[in-house]
């Protein structure tokens, strides 16, 4: 079995300040870690993936997450928050493979100017 | 650039009629998945297909849900006899063979009155 917890639900940032969101997973098997976004009216966007090569990925916009096998976390940062960043963020797990997804619960990201 | 496409945006039945959801997948891609989002809560995984088939379908995916790829493009969920509790966004998923990255569409809100 596998879980996500994200541990904020929302997360406040002025442009230009660094943003930090927070995932920890839960995984019997190596995972497969992914941060998606969702912009308001949008699909779900994959920003970056982690799939057992280099522990620290980097995804597009700027963002980048880091995998922490001892402590069971893929944070997502970025150095400087632009205001088109607001928008939700998703943690997902999968084994390796085509097999599904589980997704944390969000975190909405809110950009001040 | 290629994408998964989702209609209708936005769906609104009476309870016990059946809708069908469409999707049209990215046109080499493989594998299909629909997920749903419950408003507040997780997004959550339906079921997955592959070479017409369904190869994984979570406890969601009753009797009631079907899916069908009639023609070779088009991808879709059916529900036979809608609930209240059926009210969610739908998302369909598409991957391409030699990666796992799944793409998502904007998604279906369904509304049960």
């Known amino acids: 079995a596998q879980s996500v917890t994200q541990l904020d639900s929302h997360v406040s940032v002025s442009e230009g300040t660094p943003v930090l969101l927070r995932c920890n997973y839960s995984s019997s098997y190596s995972p497969s870690l992914f941060w998606y976004v969702q912009h308001p009216n949008k699909g779900l966007q994959l920003l970056l993936k982690y799939t057992s090569a280099a522990t620290l990925v980097k995804g597009i916009n700027g963002f980048e997450a880091e995998f922490k096998k001892s402590e069971t976390s893929f944070h997502l940062t970025k150095p400087s928050a632009h205001m088109s960043d607001a928008a939700e963020y998703f943690c997902?797990?999968?084994?390796?493979?085509?097999?599904?997804?589980?997704f944390g619960k969000g975190t909405m990201l809110l950009v001040s100017p | 650039e290629p994408e998964v496409t989702q209609t209708p945006s936005h769906q609104v039945t009476q309870m016990g009629q059946e809708v069908i959801l469409r999707c049209v997948p990215i046109?080499?891609?493989?594998?299909f998945y629909w997920y749903r989002q419950i408003l507040g809560q997780k997004v959550e995984f339906l079921v997955s297909f592959y070479n017409n088939e369904i190869s994984e379908k979570s406890e969601i995916f009753d009797d009631q849900f079907s899916v069908e790829r009639p023609d070779g493009s088009n991808f879709t969920l059916k529900i036979r006899s809608t609930k209240l509790e059926d009210s969610a966004m739908y998302f369909c998923a598409s991957a391409k063979l030699d990666d796992y990255e799944q793409y998502f569409g904007p998604g279906t809100r369904l509304t049960v009155t």
């Open positions: 046109s080499n891609h493989l594998y």
């Open positions: 997902v797990v999968s084994l390796e493979g085509y097999s599904t997804l589980t």
